[in-house]
Nanobody, 123 residues
Framework: VQLQASGGGLVQAGGSLRVSCAAS????????MGWFRQAPEKEREFVSV???????YYSDSVKGRFTISRDRAKNTVHLQMNSLKPEDTAVYYC??????????????????WGRGTQVTVSS
């Protein structure tokens, strides 16, 4: 499975961005798919994932501001990020796994990772 992330960029605090991740090589049917992020000198952290059945999970730091969605026809997952804060600045990595795990928030549970896309929020 190859994961290609896109849509990162530079935005002012309070602004919005959408990052997307397209999977190739295998259908995302049945998969849990989503995002982690890593800021400079910090550990990789969970952001959000979405299950095959549409159930979504968010970290407390992004809940209410970010929305994850998936397009099965295009084998793609999107992350709409609103009310962005400088602390959201990070490289955002797309992940996918089969099947879903109760440890969905742990990076070690995912063996498929995209190369990442930079999101920078200026104050």
């Amino acid at each position: 499975v190859q994961l290609q992330a896109s849509g990162g960029g530079l935005v002012q605090a309070g602004g919005s961005l959408r990052v997307s991740c397209a999977a190739s090589g295998r259908t995302i049917s049945g998969a849990t798919m989503g995002w982690f992020r890593q800021a400079p000198e910090k550990e990789r952290e969970f952001v959000s994932v979405i299950r095959e059945n549409g159930q979504t999970y968010y970290s407390d730091s992004v809940k209410g501001r970010f929305t994850i969605s998936r397009d099965r026809a295009k084998n793609t997952v999107h992350l709409q990020m609103n009310s962005l804060k400088p602390e959201d600045t990070a490289v955002y990595y797309c992940v996918v796994r089969w099947p879903h795990t109760v440890r969905y928030y742990m990076a070690d549970e995912y063996n498929y990772w995209g190369r990442g896309t930079q999101v920078t929020v200026s104050s």
